[in-house]
């Protein structure tokens, strides 16, 4: 089900048969390194990864992530969209696309319709988003859709370095 247009993109709701897609982008080194590895090396895992993490989303609070395509060739690029998490005490804004869509502004496409979607169609009145310390590119085209750092949080279950909270509108 299609959610949103932009000039260059599509971005619909995922559904199960994307899962090859996510085993890929999931085993992205990008992912792994920026997002953490999940552990997905199957599609069948891949499947079960999807439904409980990213399709459970849209009946629980009616938005999720979305698998973002090219609007002329039909052919997926990455994920945009929103999560709830329990760690977190509004939604946030999440992306992520292969290598090479990447630095092409696919990603601050997407996210600004998204942003927007969600503030004035989804009446959201404040979005977080967060990233790796590490990930500068991330944390850029957040602060150029207008998030600002609020500081860092630890990440529950992660053993990694905190994650920066970013918040829109600050």
Not at 43 to 48: H, K, S, Y
């Given at each position: 089900m299609k959610v949103l247009d932009t000039e260059r993109l599509s971005l619909r709701r995922l559904v199960p048969s994307d899962d090859a897609f996510i085993l890929r982008l999931l085993n992205d080194p990008g992912w792994i390194r920026y997002i953490g590895d999940r552990g997905v090396r199957t599609?069948?895992?891949?499947?079960?990864y999807l439904e409980a993490r990213m399709l459970s989303q849209y009946a629980t609070y009616g938005f999720g992530l979305w698998m973002v395509e090219s609007r002329e060739g039909g052919e997926p690029m990455g994920i945009c969209g929103l999560v709830k998490r329990d760690?977190?005490?509004m939604p946030d804004l999440g992306f992520a696309f292969m290598p090479a869509y990447r630095g092409h502004g696919f990603a601050y496409e997407s996210a600004l319709a998204v942003r927007d979607h969600a503030t004035g169609v989804l009446g959201i009145a404040r979005l977080l988003a967060i990233t790796s310390p590490v990930n500068e590119a991330s944390a850029r085209l957040l602060v150029r859709l207008g998030f600002v750092a609020e500081g860092r949080m630890p990440w529950a279950g992660d053993d990694k370095?905190?994650?920066?909270?970013?918040?829109f509108p600050a």
């Open positions: 599609v069948e895992a891949a499947r079960a760690t977190l005490p370095d905190p994650v920066t909270v970013y918040a």
